[in-house]
DNA sequence: GCATAATTGATACTCGGTTGCAACTAGCAT
DNA sequence: ATGCTAGTTGCAACCGAGTATCAATTATGC
């Protein structure tokens, strides 16, 4: 599932510092695995990959850093219907909203936008009087090749 | 958040037994829990609540019990933005699919239906071919009240 | 009733994530 | 450049939700 990427490298970074966040090297090297990633990675995943980096990047230290950039609304978290655990997985927060579905059969997640997504979204701002922060929208069923061969 | 409750007792119990599905003393109990739950219970709720019926219930029972109710598509299973840590919560699947927005400075959860939602479901069938099994749209942002008294 | 396959409860365990704290350091002021 | 200090890091211990194992128990079909 190659994520479109239109960010260019050091964005997250650029923003982070223009919001008075200090910026260390632990943080530099986690931040440019999470831009530079081509699929949804969860935290282990994200350790390994900096560890390749920096070695002597902590555990803990992907945990904050990941919940920082929470708290800032630059990246969302996801849980892809728990096809794999309880793992949360992580993307950078796009333009525009998306969807996730999640293949029970192969695993394979997909995305989708939708105007019918954007509209409900303005749908439930006007009529609830709810002011939207975070949207997380995940689907789970079977894919079109799955679906062809019939459940398994 | 009083769900509403258009549910007549034991409806889950026959509903498993239908398929063939083998009651307990254990299962009974945790099913009335369920289906009485006047709001969303995640697993050591429904034991405690379980536990007042029949003090023997060992939690295990309880996770193996959602287990099946999940496996059944007689339940759902939400995380409500993970507001309250990584606990999972639980309702009764309804009849028509809803929404469930957290407030993330009060804790409140609303439900919502919306014709948009359900066009949205069709859509995806349509134009993705994914055949939809579970759906989960949660949202996180201020509720009426809290974004009228400002951020906190 | 009986047989038997499914279920239960107890215990130990896994795993994702957090806390407390001493050592370190980014970023500012001088 | 140097020093100061609040913010950050790494470590180790911890927490809590959920799972695996297995002997003892029990629902259900005959």
Redesign the interface.
Known sequence: MPLPQTEQPGRLQAELMSRGVRMTRQRRTILSVVETAQQHLDASQLLRKARRIDPEIDRVTVYRTLKLLKRHGLVD?L?L??LQG?KHFYERRPQRDH?H?A??RCGKI?E?E?N??D???G??QR??????????????????QC?ATGPA
Chains 1, 2 share one sequence.
């Open positions: 978290e849980d219907m728990h309880e969807l579905m293949c029970l997909l989708f939708s019918l997504f509209r409900l979204k749908q439930i009529e609830c009087q709810f002011h939207i922060l975070v949207t997380r929208m995940e689907i789970g069923g079977y894919c079109s679906r």
